[in-house]
């Protein structure tokens, strides 16, 4: 019975410290940050520009085995991603662009532009740089 007094405690401290929680939903950290676009004619003159809104926004692992989850940039092209645990994530968007030149054809595929992320602290909130993307 001391033996076992003696063990129990010792195994599940090992348990406890072994349980290390990996990147993902479930903490209390948040990422946030907003997209930025320019739209442009042939010549690569500005047609307008601004914050996007209603694009989605995409997080997961850096070992990219893991989407958590999207969301959809607000109307001043802001975006969060909430209850994060501390760890190393993927930030990233599609963006389709009809942009072209006299040289090149327009770009019928999307684009794809990526941030990568470290939240440090339980409870850091991470400011990402703004994406600026063409469309």
Known sequence: MVKLKIALPLLLS??????????????????KGKVYGYDLTAGLD??????????????????????F????????????????RKGKYKVWLFA?????????PPL?????????IEVKEKKEEVTVPDFTIII
């Open 69 to 84: 989850e999207d969301t959809r940039t607000s109307y001043d092209g802001s975006y969060e991603f909430k209850f994060l």
């Open 14 to 31: 090992v348990l406890i410290i072994s349980c290390k929680k990996e990147p993902g939903p479930g903490g209390l950290a948040s990422i």
């Open 108 to 116: 019928d595929e999307q684009i794809y532009y990526l941030q990568e």
């Open 46 to 67: 500005t047609v307008s520009e601004g914050y996007l809104g209603d694009l989605r926004v995409y997080i997961g692992s850096t070992d990219g085995t893991v989407s």
């Open 96 to 104: 389709k662009s009809d942009t072209f030149t006299i040289s090149e």
